[in-house]
């Protein structure tokens, strides 16, 4: 067992501070969004349906006791290696709040066995090959966000690909229609983050808010200042450890304040759909890639590093 203080958090606003003490009071009460489903792991239809509707579905009961221990070990070993490069806790997704990926030299956690662990489970291949209608989708990255206790701010509201017609001459430019017309959100999905769950997410915790339906939307995502507050309770919470949540990452979302005792972390995998590429960085070496099943070395067969390369996965608080 890995262990940690969860005492990480917390040191400009304490735990007693009043305004905490009434953001938890309110979020206790009113977090969350009303009637979220979570839905069986062999309920793939209405997952589909669900998906397409909202733009999100969570499914419980994926990961099992073993899975989640392991995984639940592997966010911490990752997380003290961040954490002691960073004394303040600036986070690099705001303060008190960390990428994974953007933690590793990598932009992925994709060399460690934990999340080699998550490219080969199979309700997971079951539902991506139902949401994708297809079973050629392609792994991004192993990666993932945890906050800490003390996160008190709310992350803007934002979506995880750009959308193109607003950013035509981006270099990244993965999708680009010279008229104008067609923008990435006018597309089936093009990319999709699947979180999993090493811990349940509770109203406290730093619940992920998603605003459903908006992975189609040509609006402006609202800031902070302008973003009303049903948006800001619009939260996947309560949901149990070993759950999944499977966004289309165009989708509007964010982080949520953490004013629990306990550090959430929400690792993930993120998937290209067959027909959708940006640069991928390798992540994996070639004796790894070598260890995983058939379905898993097709998923990462675009992030395995040359066999005469060398995989530098060293910690950083911000990835190139
Ligand atoms: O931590 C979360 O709940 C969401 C984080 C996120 O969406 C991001 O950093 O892109
Ligand atoms: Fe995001």
């Known amino acids: 067992m890995t262990h940690m203080a969860n005492s990480v958090g917390w040191m400009d606003r304490a735990k007693d501070d009043p305004e905490v003490v009434k953001l938890r009071a309110h979020l206790e009460k ?31 009961d994926v990961l099992n006791n073993d899975q989640i221990s392991m995984l639940s070990e592997g966010c911490n070993a990752v997380i003290n290696e961040i954490l002691a490069m960073d004394a303040d806790r600036q986070g690099n997704r705001g303060s008190h709040r960390y990428s994974f990926g953007g933690s590793s030299m990598t932009r992925s956690q994709l060399h460690r066995p934990e999340w080699q662990m998550l490219l080969d489970i199979p309700v997971v291949h079951t539902l991506l090959e139902a949401i994708f209608g297809s079973p050629d989708y392609i792994l991004r990255a192993a990666s993932g966000d ?45 990319y999709i983050c699947i979180n999993f769950l090493p811990q349940d997410v509770t109203r406290l915790n730093g619940p992920t808010r ?64 067959p027909w959708f590429r940006e640069p991928i960085v390798p992540g994996i070496t070639y004796q790894d890639f070598k260890k995983l099943s058939e379905r898993a070395q097709r998923l990462v067969q675009f992030s395995v590093v040359d066999s005469s390369e060398e995989l530098d996965t060293s910690t950083t608080m911000r990835a190139p």
């Not at 979220?36 to 499914?59: M, N, Q």
């Not at 609006?219 to 507050?229: M, Q």
């Not at 289309?248 to 998937?271: K, Y």
Request: negative net charge.
């Open 210 to 273: 998603q605003i459903p339906g908006t992975q189609k939307s040509r609006a402006r995502i609202p800031g902070l200042t302008e973003e009303p507050e049903w948006m800001r309770l619009s939260t996947v919470c309560p949901a149990p450890a070993g759950s999944i949540m499977i966004r289309d990452t165009r989708a509007w979302h964010g982080g949520t304040p953490n004013v629990s005792d306990a550090i959430r972390s929400i690792p993930n995998l993120e998937l290209y759909a």
């Open 30 to 60: 009113n977090n969350g969004i009303t009637g979220l489903e979570i839905l069986k792991p062999d309920d793939v239809e209405h997952a589909v349906k669900r998906f397409h509707r909202d733009g999100f579905v969570v499914i419980g």
């Open 146 to 190: 945890f906050c800490l206790p003390g996160a008190v701010d709310y992350q803007p509201l934002h979506a995880d690909v750009r959308d193109w017609a607003d950013d035509r001459f981006s270099k990244f430019s993965a999708f680009y229609d010279p008229s104008g017309q067609i923008s990435i959100r006018d597309l089936p999905t093009p």
